[in-house]
């Protein structure tokens, strides 16, 4: 699977941005894939963000809740991440990936960045206080 991200850029605090993430390649059946965004901030580790089950299970980690949405449009093969109220710890490079299952539909949440095999090379938030 490879995959493409665009939409980063420089906002205020408080501004949105929508970030998207084109697939392509799959070799299974495009239900057999999870997809996640993930972050990662100057000297940090890379920490994750949102990620969507094939069935549409979404989850989020507890500082982007409520702020964040991800969406998937499988008709594109495309995946979303809407960040609403952004705040300078927002600030980072942002990542999407792809999990694929093993046998049948991408159906269990995973948090873990080891669970995801592909990834895209990523696009620069900033956020300005």
């Known amino acids: 699977v490879h995959l493409a991200e665009s939409g980063g850029g420089s906002v205020q605090a408080g501004e949105s941005l929508r970030l998207s993430c084109q697939a392509s390649?799959?070799?299974?059946?495009?239900?057999?894939?999870?997809a996640g965004w993930f972050r990662q901030a100057p000297g940090k580790e890379r920490e994750f963000v949102a990620a969507i089950t094939a069935t549409g299970t979404s989850t989020y980690s507890d500082s982007v809740k409520d702020r964040f949405r991800i969406l998937q449009d499988n008709a594109k093969d495309i995946t979303y991440l809407q960040m609403d109220n952004l705040n300078s710890d927002d600030t980072a490079i942002y990542y999407c990936a792809s999990r694929t299952s093993e046998f049948g539909a991408c159906a269990s949440v995973s948090t873990s960045p080891r669970d995801f095999g592909a990834w895209g090379q990523g696009t620069q938030v900033t956020v300005s206080a």
């Open positions: 390649g799959y070799t299974f059946s495009r239900y057999r894939y999870c």
